[in-house]
């Protein structure tokens, strides 16, 4: 999570990157706020720029110079209070970049300096350096299916059973299987990856 303030201004985006699967949907989780009394009038995110002034955009409430690349692809999930949320289908590789959102209120304006980075792969990697938290997986043993659904592998105790090279894919896109992990597990209290 991110927060970037001033005075009572703020937009929440993901603090780490966001990873997609080319051809797949991502959704970016944002949330703003402003000041009390404040009516927010626009909303939109663009891609790669400062600060969303003059630019074409990925998404804009007004339907106001949304770029042709996102017209069909890109939605506003969030509203005109508070929500943010950005969906895009179909991910390419030229949708790679920083992704920041702007709103306009009928007193002032704000944006998120920081943005959201979004990273597009061919094929599903275990990697600790960015998020599909929004997706759901299927994982593998030694290429059996195991009934783990979440992004993250848990085990509660290693033991020898445990060894062995786990994968992953998406579900959905069980056709891009990540590399293979081999977990070695080296003595009843110890182990290595």
Known sequence: MFWVLGRHWAIWYPKEPVCAVRGSTVVIPCTYFYPEGNQVKETMWCLNHENCIQTLYVCHSKNVSVSSGYKDRAECL?????????????IRHTDTGVYKFRFITDKDKWYGKEGVTVLITGKVV??????????EFIWFKDKEHLPETHFILHFHSVSLKHFGKYSCAIKGYEETVSTDYHLDVQSKNCFKI
Request: aromatic letters at 4%; a positive charge.
């Open 126 to 135: 275990m990697t600790s350096s960015c998020s599909l938290n929004q997706s």
């Open 78 to 90: 969030g509203d005109k209070e508070k929500y943010c949320t950005l969906m895009i289908k179909n």
